[in-house]
């Protein structure tokens, strides 16, 4: 049995390497993915273009205007004299910020003791428009501070002595990163498994392995190994590069997360091959790997809080195995966390696992055409 | 087929065309998978992330924990209690707080020392112990503003009712343009239509041309007086018009459904769509005809088309703020340029300054991409 078994895998990954092609699609993309992908997903800004329109020629509008182009993210690309300038800038999208300081903002900050400053933000992109209206708080917060110790006002009665953990400079790099790994993941077990079983199907040559000796089981077992076995390897590839070169701390356990990646591995090779056994023709496959992939991606948490959907759509993701490979990922990188804090995240995945490989194998013998 | 056939052939060749078109839609059909990536996906995924896509944070919940409670500690708690943006919890002791921010219980702490009511009356001021979990660095940023927020509210009360004036020299008057109110579902809405859309365009031809060449089919087709360019013209007409009917479909989902203001002109957008779509249907007849081979092509659409398309478009992540090299590469991303082309029609109108350049890219994108299809179902041929 041990022999058929290791035949049918042997055949297995010949039908997935020997095409060039093939192998070239399965080996380099995540890695080139990961790198360009793990550049690319951070929310901190770097580079925030604004222009600036200052009416007010005092001394503490020059102030203001110092800080901000002292600060790295801004970068200032345009200097305007009338009011009519700013729209069209802004509708280009040439640049994000708009500073604009009136005329009586250093003659108001003397007599009356404060001035106010206008800020226009494009909020086409909402999200970059929040950070970036956060920058600008922050840099006046800090005027304020200056200005109120220089001027001898008194200081408010109590203030705010902020501490991030886990990720104290608050790096969305660290963030996204793992969550990369866990969609590569994905990607990958999708590749080898969604597409198998349909193109034995189209090709006829499923027929001839069902009436081998071959158990259901058998052929189940024999088509979720290599699947299994490429999203480790790559997996482990993948960590290397995140710890490596994106240098992203990994502070847990590293049992724990190679349980997670086995347990991922498991469930979205199941669906994978749950999508290919309902699957007649390799398109359907196709369009069965993105129905399953592309929900699965979007409401794992990757880029948007799980708790700010709504508890409907909250409900839905707990048949999503990435929702707990991620959290498996983020807490073991960067909570340090092991098998004690993250025994609500196997169970679950090992449900969903066992559930699609029954259901596939069912499949294999039910759904003949 | 000869140069001097050509002109004879005329009129045979409208009727070619037709006659391909029909088969196109004929084996569309047959396979109830195009009408479904068509119809079914947009709607699918357009109501699901309409509804569960949002990076509006509310009822973060939070530990409150005083060491001494007092009328000032009750007094700033009450300030964060009457937000929306939080969910309170009552922790006893730091101890028991920070083991609910590790257990993933709260994502922040607000901490009041037990000589908290005592140092408000000193002149260098209470602190206020923050402890925010960085580990969702996004969220952490957001809860810090809340909670600055409800600072800032509670001091301005605290100092209007003993009758002092708050000391802030420069006040702050934003101003945000296109989207006042900052709702993330008017941003991240027009962007899902051009994910969806890419999806679509590139899903419904990735397998057609390399079906063909694997069962033989197309040799078939080329032993008729049909040519290449005619065989390939028939497959775009049929899956542009399956792919036009899923575009109206997700444009009047998000205007209908999602209430996301339409302040450009509909024609724009359509002619904008269509050339989007173009160059989704290109990419994927590129790819089917690249690989020859469906398993591949449907590798390679797997790989290439959905997450480049929703990590690297300037959907989700601000490519200005990439480095160099990734922001070069975002350039051959189709979904890039329909990206900023759907934000701005939908929110801001029509600006021609963005939607041309854009429009141009799209249409260079698609040439390329059928350009590739051409010629590598052509050469396969000699």
């Not at chain 1, 182009?69 to 729209?87: I, K, M, N, Y």
């Not at chain 1, 198998?196 to 071959?214: H, I, K, M, N, S």
């Not at chain 2, 000869?2 to 084996?27: C, D, H, I, N, Y």
Request: charged letters at 15%; a positive charge; aromatic letters at 10%.
């Amino acid at each position: 049995m041990l022999i058929r078994l290791l035949a049918l895998i042997h055949k297995e990954f010949l039908a997935l390497l020997k095409d060039p092609r093939s192998r070239m699609v399965l080996i380099v993309p995540p890695m080139i993915q990961l790198l360009v992908f793990g550049y690319a997903a951070t929310f901190d800004l770097k580079d925030i273009s604004y222009a600036l329109y200052n009416e007010d020629r005092g001394a503490a509008s020059r102030e203001l205007v110092a800080a901000f182009d002292g600060a790295p993210a801004f970068h200032r690309v345009a200097t305007l004299h009338a009011e009519g300038e700013v729209a069209p800038l802004v509708d280009k999208r040439a640049v994000l910020v708009v500073l604009r300081i009136g005329p009586r903002f250093s003659a108001d900050l003397q007599s009356r003791g404060s001035a106010s400053v206008q800020v226009i933000v494009d909020g086409r992109n909402s999200n970059t428009a929040l950070i970036a209206l956060n920058y600008v708080r922050a840099i006046v917060d800090g005027f304020n501070r200056e200005w109120i110790a220089a001027h001898g006002l008194p200081a408010p009665p109590a203030r705010l002595e902020t501490r991030a953990w886990f990720n104290p400079n608050l790096e969305s790099r660290w963030f996204f990163i793992p969550g990369i790994i866990g969609m590569l993941t994905l990607v990958t077990t999708m590749l080898v498994t969604a597409l198998t079983v349909a193109r034995e199907r189209e090709q006829g040559t499923f027929d001839q392995l069902l009436v081998t000796p071959l158990r259901p089981g058998e052929i189940l077992l024999g088509k979720a190994l290599p699947g299994f076995i490429v999203g480790m390897v790559q997996g482990t590839a993948i960590l290397l590069i995140a710890t490596l070169w994106f240098k992203v701390p990994l502070l847990g356990s590293l049992p724990a997360l190679y349980a997670g990646l086995a347990l991922f591995l498991l469930s979205g090779v199941g669906a994978g091959l749950l999508i290919s056994s309902l699957a007649v023709t390799q398109q359907q496959g196709l369009l069965g790997a993105f129905l399953f992939m592309v929900p699965a991606v979007i409401l794992s948490g990757f880029a948007t809080p799980i708790a700010n959907m709504p508890t409907v759509v909250q409900t839905i993701t707990l048949i999503d195995p990435l929702r707990y490979f991620l959290v498996i990922l983020r807490k073991v990188f960067l909570e340090g966390a092991g098998f004690d804090v993250l025994m609500g995240q196997f169970w679950p995945m090992a449900v969903i696992g066992g559930v699609s490989l029954i259901l596939a194998s069912w499949l294999f013998r039910h759904r003949l055409y | 087929m000869s140069a001097t056939q050509k002109p004879s052939l005329r009129g045979g060749g409208l009727m070619r065309l037709k006659g391909l078109v029909r088969k196109e839609f004929l084996q569309i059909v047959r396979d109830p998978s195009s009408i479904a990536i068509a119809f079914v996906m947009p709607i699918f995924l357009l109501v699901l992330f309409g509804y569960g896509v949002s990076l509006d944070a509310d009822h973060v919940p939070v530990a409150l924990v005083a060491e001494a409670p007092s009328p000032d500690t009750a007094d700033f708690f009450a300030s964060l209690e009457s937000s929306h943006y939080f969910a309170p919890l009552h922790a006893r002791t730091l101890a028991a707080a920070e083991q609910a921010l590790r257990e993933g219980r709260v994502n922040a702490i607000v901490h009041l020392r037990a000589n908290f009511a005592e140092q408000l009356r000193r002149s260098d001021g209470a602190p206020i112990q923050v402890i925010v979990n960085g580990v969702d660095a996004n969220t952490a940023r957001l809860t810090q503003g809340y909670i600055e927020g409800a600072w800032g509210n509670w001091l301005a009360r605290r100092t209007a009712s003993q009758g002092q004036e708050l000391a802030t020299p420069v006040q702050l008057e934003q101003r945000v343009w296109f989207n006042s109110e900052l709702r993330s579902r008017n941003y991240l809405v027009p962007g899902l239509v051009a994910i969806i859309m890419t999806l679509i365009g590139t899903l419904l031809t990735a397998l057609v041309m390399a079906r063909e060449w694997e069962r033989g089919t197309l040799e078939a087709l080329l032993v008729t007086p049909a040519s290449m360019t005619e065989i390939l013209l028939g497959k775009i007409i049929a899956y542009f018009v399956l792919g036009t009917g899923g575009m109206l479909l997700t444009v009047g989902l998000a205007v209908g459904l999602f209430e996301v203001p339409l302040r450009g002109a509909f024609w724009l957008l359509w002619a904008c769509a269509s050339l989007f779509l173009l160059a989704a249907l290109g990419m994927g007849l590129a790819i089917s005809a690249v690989a020859r081979n469906q398993f591949v092509a449907g590798q390679v659409a797997i790989i290439g088309t959905f997450l480049p398309a929703f990590l690297l478009s300037g959907f989700i992540f601000d490519i200005d703020s990439m480095p160099t090299v990734v922001q070069g590469i975002t350039h051959v991303i189709v979904a890039r340029y329909f990206v900023s082309i759907v934000q701005t029609l939908f929110l801001a109108g029509d600006v021609w300054s963005v939607v041309l350049p854009n429009a141009f890219a799209l249409l260079l994108m698609a040439a390329i991409f059928l350009g590739i299809t051409w010629r590598k179902s052509r050469k396969r041929l000699e």
